[in-house]
């Protein structure tokens, strides 16, 4: 026997897309049965263009500009030892050696004044409530290029 396709049309959509079935042998109450049996899917609009949702580069937006980096100051006091003033900045400054703690602590106490270190702000900002917690004096600028 040959196959055969059942085009059958339904009133239930105009936009209905009809899939023809193949029909296999079968007996023959099974046939009778299955002659009436039809897929109906729903159709697939595709679109001629993809919409353009988002600009490629946004209005208004600068090129990018480097982030600010802020200077963390030391200042001089009379209150606090010069090795704990160093011991403080070699426990808050993770990159400061002792050696380096040293020459950051001699350069504020003879000129009333040391640079720590150039952070971003957020890291600047950390490092002198360090060294406020530990009773020294320190702020942050922002830093003259």
């Avoid at 196959?3 to 897309?17: D, K, Y």
């Avoid at 009809?18 to 039809?38: C, E």
Wanted: proline share 7%; charged share 25%.
């Amino acid at each position: 026997m040959r196959s055969a396709f059942v085009f059958l049309a339904v009133c239930c959509s105009a936009s209905a897309l009809i899939v023809p079935t193949p029909l296999r042998p079968q007996p023959l109450a099974a046939a009778r049965a299955s002659r009436w049996r039809m897929q109906v899917e729903a159709p697939v609009k595709i679109p001629d263009k993809v919409p353009n949702l988002a600009p490629a580069e946004p209005k208004g937006d600068k090129a990018n500009q480097k982030g600010k980096k802020y200077k963390l100051l030391l200042f001089n006091d009379n209150v606090n030892r010069r090795e704990y003033v160093a011991r403080v900045l070699v426990q808050n400054i993770p990159d400061l050696t002792q050696a380096d703690a040293y020459v950051v602590m001699q350069k504020a106490h003879k000129s009333g004044m040391a640079v720590v270190g150039v952070w971003v702000f957020e890291m600047a900002e950390a490092y002198c409530e360090g060294l406020k917690t530990g009773g020294l004096i320190a702020s942050i600028t922002e830093e003259d290029d």
